[in-house]
């Protein structure tokens, strides 16, 4: 097929370089404008303008598209079998989903309908799931709305964190693709609509989602809540008045109960306790401004004493 591919993130290289082994043209690559980032707000490339570079692919990186009538005219002038859409992290508007013939497929990091959104893997983890997996789908104008095309699902080990699955998923979306591509060109892939009532979102992470309520939730749900937020925005509460980042945790199954928010080290681990009578080991952590340290000698070095909390 001719297609044009739209991608950003690590998560996008391996569907663009599988098109372009498996013989597919890709005659111009979209992604996002490279972007100041990082403390240094040093200017980062995306990883798909990188390996497009080196495969000598034509690149495009619009700050706008909706409105953008020379990049109109240049889709139509290479009138696309297909888009293809993998992380872009732009809406399309309703001119390009109407362009191409097999129209505009995207490549998704969850069972849809649920996760819609622009987090689908983080959310699966943090809300504990034990199966996710990839969906290839017609775009549509809604949010992750469009008809279904092809799934692969596989389980989610309880320890699994979602920087985990993020390469493992990328690559089964990259081989979901290409078998997608060769349904439609076959005819033998009938789209099937998506049961609105069974739809979940996995909205844009902010710092806010880091911020862990051991009085809220059990130590399981802090845990996993970690997993899928790890590395950012993290899991953080207050210690002292300072931020407090938890960088390793995991639940304790003990008869020992703690209060919610409570810290005690008396058994050689850094404990604090959460919802339900449920116990959670900080592992590593790091009050603000100071490097990183294992539980115990935090408490030490701290000087932690009984009844003090987190908030």
Not at 20 to 27: I, L
């Amino acid at each position: 097929m001719k297609l044009v591919f739209c991608g950003t993130p690590e998560f996008a290289v391996p569907s663009l370089q599988a098109l372009v082994d498996a013989g597919h043209e890709v005659a111009l690559v979209l992604t996002q404008p490279d972007r100041p980032a990082g403390r240094k707000m040093e200017l980062q490339v995306p990883a798909v303008k990188q390996l497009a570079t080196r495969l000598g692919l034509p690149v495009l990186q619009p700050e706008r598209i909706k409105t953008n009538a020379d990049l109109r005219a240049r889709l139509e002038a290479i009138a696309p079998d297909a888009v293809v859409v993998v992380a872009y992290g732009r809406i399309i508007p309703d001119w390009m989903l109407q362009l191409p013939r097999f129209g505009n497929i995207n490549v998704h990091g969850s069972l849809l309908p649920k996760y819609r959104g622009a987090a689908p893997i983080q959310w699966a983890v943090a809300n504990g799931e034990t199966e996710t997996g990839v969906t290839t789908m017609q775009l549509d104008a809604g949010l992750d709305t469009g008809d279904i095309l092809l799934m692969h699902s596989i389980s989610v080990a309880p320890d699994t964190t979602s920087a985990q699955l993020y390469p493992q998923l990328s690559q089964i979306g990259a081989k979901l693709l290409l078998e997608t591509l060769e349904g439609l060109e076959r005819g033998t892939i009938h789209p099937t609509p998506q049961n609105p009532a069974e739809a979940t979102l996995a909205p844009i992470l902010t710092r806010e989602d880091g911020r862990f309520l051991p009085a809220e939730q059990t130590a399981q749900q802090i845990y996993n809540r970690w997993r899928g937020f790890t590395p950012w925005p993290g899991a953080h509460a207050i210690f002292r008045g300072k931020r407090f980042l938890v960088h390793k945790m995991h639940p304790v199954f003990s008869s020992t109960t703690l209060q919610p928010n409570h810290l005690d080290a008396s058994t050689g681990e850094l404990l604090v306790g959460a919802a339900g009578n449920t116990l959670l080991a900080l592992d590593e952590v790091q009050l603000e401004g100071k490097p990183r340290l294992p539980g115990a000698q935090f408490a030490r070095d701290f000087q932690l004493h009984t009844g003090e909390h987190l908030d």
